[in-house]
């Protein structure tokens, strides 16, 4: 089970950051990522890191200003978002996977937490 908080209202220019707990043995086992969807888009990739963090993915859209973290000892990751724009706007997604790190084939998925970046 994985469970998305930290979602809420910013400021353009703002920051904001999402955790996700995941409830599962061995988190170490699973790569994890994040995806979102804003009103009438199809949902796309965000950011990606690997097993024990080694390797870490981003779309081009958010690079440079949103950073992606996990903390194995709390089974929990982060997606720390600065420099946050309008078109951020969306419903942040946490998902988890053993053997892939593409975010859009992982099998399990969270909660959504709604992120709004006002203008």
């Known amino acids: 089970q994985l469970q998305a908080s930290g979602g809420g209202l910013v400021q353009a220019g703002g920051s904001l950051k999402l955790s996700c707990a995941a409830s599962v043995h061995t988190f170490s086992s699973y790569a994890m990522g994040w995806s979102r969807q804003a009103p009438g888009k199809e949902r796309e990739f965000v950011a990606a890191?690997?097993?024990?963090?080694?390797?870490?993915q981003y779309s081009d859209s958010v690079k440079g200003r949103f950073t992606i973290s996990r903390d194995n000892a709390k089974n929990t990751i982060y997606l720390q978002m600065n420099s946050l724009k309008p078109e951020d706007t969306a419903v942040y997604y946490c998902a988890a996977d053993r053997h892939t790190l593409v975010v859009s084939r992982m099998e399990y998925w969270g909660n959504g937490t709604q992120v709004t970046v006002s203008s």
């Open positions: 890191i690997s097993w024990r963090g080694g390797t870490t």
